[in-house]
C-alpha cells in the first residue's frame, strides 16, 4: 500500500513557475513507476509526465515538453513537478499516481493516487 500526498499548487500568472511535490508513505517507493496527471474543468483526465523507478528516464506529453520537468528523489520518497512558463491552458487538478510498471501513460494502469492539488493559471 502507497499513499500520496501532492502539496505546491496555486494560482498563478501565465508565465510564473510552480513545483509541486508529491510525499509517498512505506519503503517500497523506489520500486514504483511515478506519474503526473491532470484534470481540466469538464476534461478527462490525461497524462502529464512520468519519472522511471531509477528517475534516469522520463517522459512527457507534447504540450508541457521544454517547459516542466520530472524528478524523483527515492531517498525522500518524493516526486517533484517543476512547471516553468505555465499557460492558462495547464489550469487543472494534478494528481500524482503509482504504477508496478515499467512504464504507462494510462491512468487505468496506475494502482495508486493522491488526492489532486489545484493549479490555476491566470492570462
Known amino acids: 500500500q502507497v499513499q500520496l500526498v501532492e502539496s505546491g499548487g496555486g494560482l498563478v500568472q501565465a508565465g510564473d513557475s510552480l513545483r509541486l511535490s508529491c510525499a509517498a508513505s512505506g519503503r517500497t517507493f523506489s520500486t514504483y513507476l511515478m506519474g503526473w496527471f491532470r484534470q481540466a474543468p469538464g476534461k478527462e483526465r490525461e497524462f502529464v509526465a512520468a519519472?522511471?523507478?531509477?528517475?534516469?528516464?522520463?517522459y512527457y506529453r507534447d504540450s508541457v515538453k521544454g517547459r516542466f520537468t520530472i524528478s524523483r528523489d527515492n531517498a525522500k520518497n518524493t516526486v517533484y513537478l517543476q512547471m516553468n512558463s505555465l499557460k492558462p491552458e495547464d489550469t487543472g487538478v494534478y494528481y500524482c499516481?503509482?504504477?508496478?510498471?515499467?512504464?504507462?501513460?494510462?491512468?487505468?494502469?496506475?494502482?495508486?493516487w493522491g488526492q489532486g492539488t489545484q493549479v490555476t493559471v491566470s492570462s
Open positions: 499516481a503509482a504504477a508496478s510498471r515499467i512504464f504507462s501513460r494510462s491512468e487505468s494502469e496506475y494502482d495508486y
Open positions: 519519472a522511471r523507478r531509477s528517475g534516469g528516464s522520463t
